[in-house]
């Protein structure tokens, strides 16, 4: 269910570049349960109750995109306004495109709330955006539609019927907020390659709940029940400052479950089940810990996955870097993407670093116990958190050593792989390979990584656009070719692809993401008069004779190539005809709610002259009719 959207700014001058068109969607997933009062009465129910709210990120093509969050309120039906965090939240949106953060356990007073509302801070924001050749480039010029410096952005989206948000005794209550970026914002780079940043806030409020993300906690431990399988955690999101300080405001205090897969590092050490909770009751009090768990309903707990604490949470007496392996030259590992956590807990982002390995460096890898891994393991594509100490802090020549006084570790993550499955033939005698035309690793496209050395000679090193992954027991009947899926595993050793073993990559998990929302933008270069083949009160057929750089459909960053299908695209509105359907020319810009209405503008302006440039529409796609069912369109006119 949708509900419609308030718009935080006015609407000027739309300016375009590679990236979709301006949309600013905040999607606010509400998860009720138990029993109570229904959520559409406005009684006031004396008394205070909690509201556990979590941030997370849509896929975009931002490399960091920090900003500082002044304040988050929500209005009650009766009009009283509640401030629900406590200190100003530095936070860099672009981390949490996989899993959710817990940003605050708030008490309120009990009732129903309406709106929901933020304000951003990008007076000192820390943005980095991926320019046409997939580099980072640092974003100085971040400007509102009217092409004023932006400072401070109020946003703010109701909460209306049965999406009303209510707090009342004995009925828990989880709130995430959730920021598309790479709708809310686009990017135009200049001659130079200087990027310049439009922001336009828009916001839906959207009840259809999504598959839930792993979640992540922060914060110093509060205490240890090893009989109740449990801990407790003072809530410090982000990149916050630790406190020893009880009487110090905080972002509130969360229980964490645990059981006997429950994997823990403390001080570099590991645990699993009991062991590890009793091996956590022995820290002291206020000692760093991070837990990456499942937030589970009826009743409402969450379960930890991973627990980390101590020297093993970055921040403490080593430098910390996470990124994407993009190439290996003998031990020296080329990471990019980065992350820098100083020793001590200052954070910066830089593009690139440099790091060296050596024969004291200690190797492990997420979700596993085993000490077995050694450097060599570390290969191209994976994803690496790696300790050490920075020994070049020059901002272009980032070189950290990983081997330092045998306390320097390496710990391959999780590593996401996006791309489409290849019908392949099967070799006699041996099983059908399970392989990926791979667009993308961790968001950043292919042509960055250097492969070479990923076999055990040239012939057998790891090739993209045949990317064989190793899927163990999983069940890949249903992906036949072309099925654009999302794999998460990792990489396999370096120099250990070979002929008889050709895997590039080990999958713990597989997702289909056909099912998930599209993404469809098409660009005419030049601007066409023909690109509406044509269009009606239920549809709008496209002519993609003409088109530019932009002819694709993308879920979670997995494109599919319009030109290849046998039929023409088209894009049909929702059930009910409702959406925002937009028309953009001459720096003027035309909003329909009615689908029937946007059309019949659409096909005036044509018979007028107008030439088509850029198309884009989101909702589900439907890959065999080559349709988007749309609630949000933009075509620009010039």
């Not at 509900?3 to 997933?29: E, G």
């Not at 001080?267 to 009090?285: F, K, M, S, T």
């Not at 996955?305 to 430098?319: K, M, T």
């Not at 000679?457 to 790891?462: I, K, L, R, V």
Request: charged fraction near 20%; proline fraction near 4%.
């Amino acid at each position: 269910m949708k509900i419609f959207y308030r718009r935080c700014q006015n609407t000027a001058a739309i300016m375009w570049s590679r990236f979709l068109p301006s949309l600013f969607l905040l999607f606010v997933s509400i998860s009720l349960v138990g029993c109570g009062a229904s959520s559409d009465s406005t009684t006031e129910i004396e008394g205070d109750g909690e509201i556990i709210i979590g941030l997370t990120d849509a896929e975009g093509d931002f490399a960091s995109y920090t900003v500082d969050v002044l304040s988050l309120t929500l209005t009650k039906a009766n009009g009283a306004v509640v401030e629900t965090l406590p200190l100003s939240t530095r936070v860099d949106f672009a981390q949490y495109t996989e899993m959710t953060e817990f940003l605050t356990a708030a008490t309120v007073p009990n009732g129903v709330y309406v709106k929901a509302s933020m304000v951003l801070d990008y007076s000192d924001a820390d943005i980095w955006v991926e320019n046409a050749a997939g580099d980072a480039v640092k974003v100085d010029n971040i400007v509102d539609t009217d092409g004023m410096a932006l400072r401070q952005l109020d946003v703010a989206v109701n909460l209306e019927g049965r999406t009303r948000l209510l707090i009342a005794p004995g009925i828990p209550n989880h709130l995430t907020l959730d920021f598309d970026l790479k709708a809310s914002n686009k990017v135009r780079f200049d001659g130079a390659g200087v990027p310049t940043q439009v922001v336009e806030p828009f916001l839906l409020a959207d009840v259809e709940l999504e598959q839930p993300k792993i979640h992540r906690l922060r914060g110093p431990l509060a205490s240890v029940d090893v009989e109740g399988s449990s801990f407790e955690v003072i809530l410090r999101p982000f990149h916050h400052r630790l406190t020893t300080d009880r009487h110090r405001r905080h972002f509130g205090q969360l229980k964490v479950i645990t059981n006997n897969a429950t994997l823990f590092e403390i001080n570099e050490n590991d645990y699993q089940g009991r062991a590890g909770l009793v091996a956590l009751d022995e820290q002291p009090i206020f000692t760093a810990t991070i837990v990456i768990g499942d937030l589970k309903l009826n009743p409402r707990r969450f379960e930890a996955r991973e627990v980390y604490a101590g020297s093993s949470v970055p921040g403490g007496e080593l430098d910390v870097v996470t990124g994407n392996v993009i190439a290996r030259n003998g031990d020296s590992l080329t990471v990019k993407g980065v992350t820098l956590i100083r020793a001590g807990g200052s954070v910066i982002f830089n593009d690139e670093v440099t790091v060296n390995m050596g024969d004291l460096t200690q190797v492990k890898r997420q979700l596993s116990m085993s000490t077995d891994y050694d450097i060599d393991d570390v290969s191209v594509g994976q994803r690496v958190r790696v300790f050490g100490v920075l020994t070049n802090d020059m901002a272009t020549r980032l070189e950290m050593d990983a081997g330092v006084n045998n306390r320097g570790r390496v710990k391959m993550r999780l590593t996401t792989l996006r791309g489409t499955v290849l019908d392949v033939v099967s070799i006699p005698e041996q099983p059908l390979p399970f392989v990926l035309d791979l667009q993308a690793i961790d968001g950043r496209y292919t042509g960055l990584f250097d492969f070479s050395g990923t076999g055990d000679e040239p012939a057998n090193d790891s090739d993209p656009t045949f990317y064989e992954i190793d899927v163990a027991t999983l069940d890949v009947s249903t992906l036949v070719s072309g099925t654009p899926v999302k794999v998460r595993g990792f990489v396999r050793p370096f120099g250990q692809v070979t002929a008889a073993a050709p895997s590039d990559f080990s999958a713990h998990t597989i997702v289909d993401v056909t099912a998930l929302k599209a993404v469809m933008t098409i660009g005419w270069t030049p601007a066409s008069l023909t690109a509406i083949a044509s269009s009606s009160a239920d549809s709008l057929t496209l002519n993609l004779e003409g088109v530019g750089r932009f002819h694709h459909v993308s879920r979670a960053r997995v494109a599919i190539d319009l030109t290849a299908a046998d039929v023409a695209p088209r894009i049909v509105p929702r059930k009910n005809g409702a959406g925002m359907y937009r028309l953009v020319q001459s720096d003027r810009v035309q909003v329909y709610t009615r689908f029937e209405n946007f059309t019949a503008d659409l096909e005036t302006r044509l018979r007028d002259g107008a030439l088509v440039k850029h198309v884009a529409a989101n909702g589900p796609y439907n890959d065999e009719r080559v349709t988007i069912t749309a609630g949000l369109v933009t075509v620009l006119l010039e």
